[in-house]
């Protein structure tokens, strides 16, 4: 679930994730792929998407009211891994892409953006950064401690605003959240920051829309506050069709040789 992180290491001569495996899947849609940097390390890599099962995600009506344009994301400051080097590029965390999309409440009137932030109290300049842009901050442990109250934060909100560890971004590796397989599930569309997603299912726009910059990302926000109900009707349907616990596992079983 976190393509390029355990291949770079085993390239590096780090750590060996993969040591006593004989079948390999990743969420990284690209990985083993032409234009991917995630090394495939000579291994035959299974792409799947990350299953969510639509009965325990119903969708419900839109939030109303403020809720209406708030756009929220439940997600880690820098998480327990460290930047990787390789080839003498650095692959950061999503620390190192958040900065970059920091002055984005600024850019869309009338829409709120929200995190549920695991950020440590050592990241002061950070976190003033964030507030001073007027994101709100919650704490995560609140809004998703358990899997009710995780589940009444997706459905609550607009939409999830999702932004990459720096190093699925710039490895093309097509990584793809199951916490996002969870807001679509919701009914609620989803504004990811694009990791190599180009022709693949969650390339059409609606439901599902990507960005690369700020000025990208803000219009992608405003899109979605535009078109609300047709937004939310194809996140449902993405989630139907593609991350569907049922057809996901099924198809995984087969491709390993098990079902």
Do not use: M
């Not at 929220?72 to 390789?86: A, D, K, L």
């Not at 990811?192 to 969650?202: H, K, N, S, Y």
């Amino acid at each position: 679930i976190d393509p390029g992180f355990p291949q770079l290491w085993r390239e590096l001569g780090l750590h060996d994730a993969f040591a006593g495996h004989d079948a390999f899947v990743t969420v990284g849609q690209n990985v083993g792929r032409a234009g991917c940097a995630v090394p495939a390390g000579g291994l035959d890599w299974i792409p799947t998407l990350p299953p969510v099962d639509l009965a325990a995600w119903p969708a419900g009506e839109l939030p109303p009211g403020p809720d209406a344009a708030r756009f929220t994301s439940v997600c880690t400051w820098r998480g327990p891994f460290g930047p990787v080097v390789h080839h003498g590029v650095t692959y950061g965390l999503r620390v190192h892409e958040f900065r970059r999309f920091a002055a984005l409440p600024g850019e869309v009137p009338g829409a709120r953006f929200e995190l549920a932030l695991d950020i440590d109290a050592t990241d002061r300049a950070d976190r003033a950064l964030l507030t001073g842009q007027r994101w709100t901050l919650v704490d995560p442990r609140r809004a998703a401690g358990s899997p009710s109250a995780y589940r009444a934060y997706v459905s609550g909100s607009a939409a999830e605003f999702l932004v990459a560890k720096q190093l699925y971004a710039r490895t093309a590796g097509g990584w793809v959240s199951d916490r996002s397989a969870c807001y679509l599930a919701s009914g609620r569309p989803v504004l990811a920051q694009d990791t190599g997603l180009a022709g693949g299912p969650l390339d059409g726009g609606e439901g599902f829309v990507t960005f690369t910059s700020l000025e990208g990302a803000a219009a992608a926000a405003a899109e979605v506050l535009g078109n609300p109900t047709r937004h939310a009707k194809a996140a449902r349907d993405l989630a139907g069709d593609c991350f569907d616990a049922t057809k996901v596992a099924g198809s995984l079983l087969l491709e390993l040789g098990v079902a």
